[in-house]
């Protein structure tokens, strides 16, 4: 569904990513981890073509992103603060969406804008709410047009315990019907029962990009974290575990 093939993204002096490659398939549900400044975020608005490479292509479904600008319908964004005009209202917002996507009604995948009982704050302007409950208006956009892909960045950051867990299962959900998911998250705790593969960025290199199982099997660690950490410190004798953030 996505083909990385020699991503450089570079800002001045700082080399934000460094030859990645890698081919993302349908069914997976992959963590995007590492350190700040690892080169995450840069990585998701290279495939959002939100910002352009130096050198290499992105492909989704085989076609260039920069040429084919038409796959963004194909892919559900959740980003980690959702920006949006703060004298609109919720329900504005919606009708807009949708009115500029030309979705069918039937379509549309109202799960979470149910579980999170939206329709309760359609007259409420943006301005007006918490994080947590733009946080949540979010997460009913990118799942909104039931999209093939799924990018979520930082997706629970903010949400309720509650909240949390109606995303979560919500992920798991779709990972089911055999979309591909995207996820970045600082939480790793909250990666482990919604992921089958992780990617590991440092210093923008793509330092593995491994099944949970077989990461979990080569280290004999069943938490994500430590697994993580054994595998940086048999790379790295001098890693301290301070960079696999929690």
Do not use: W
């Not at 700082?14 to 549900?29: E, H, M, V, Y």
């Not at 130096?54 to 920069?66: A, M, Q, S, W």
């Not at 949400?159 to 979560?168: G, R, S, T």
């Amino acid at each position: 569904m996505i083909r990385l093939e020699h991503i450089d993204k570079k800002y001045r002096k700082i080399q934000a990513l460094d030859n990645i490659n890698a081919d993302f398939i349908a069914g997976q549900s992959i963590s995007l981890i590492g350190p700040n400044g690892s080169g995450k975020t840069t990585l998701i608005k290279c495939i959002l073509d939100l910002v352009r490479p130096d050198r290499g292509e992105i492909l989704i479904h085989g076609k260039n992103n920069k040429v084919h600008p038409e796959y963004r319908s194909q892919i559900g964004y959740m980003p980690q603060i959702g920006r949006y005009p703060d004298h609109m209202k919720v329900g504005q917002l919606f009708s807009l969406l949708i009115t500029l996507r030309q979705a069918a009604p039937e379509s549309l995948d109202y799960e979470l804008y149910e579980a999170y009982r939206l329709n309760t704050l359609m007259e409420q302007r943006m301005h007006s709410l918490s994080g947590g409950t733009r946080q949540k208006v979010s997460a009913a956009l990118a799942f909104l047009f039931n999209p093939d892909i799924l990018i979520l960045d930082e997706p629970t950051a903010g949400l309720d315990p509650l909240a949390a867990e109606l995303l979560k299962a919500k992920i798991n959900k779709e990972k089911a019907r055999n979309k591909l998911i995207l996820i970045t998250s600082h939480i790793l705790s909250d990666l482990e029962d919604l992921i089958t593969h992780v990617i590991y960025l440092q210093e923008g290199k793509l330092i593995f990009f491994k099944e949970l199982s077989e990461l979990q099997q080569e280290t004999g660690e069943l938490r994500l974290n430590k697994a993580i950490a054994s595998v940086m410190k048999s790379r790295n004798p001098l890693f301290t575990g301070k960079e696999v953030e929690e």
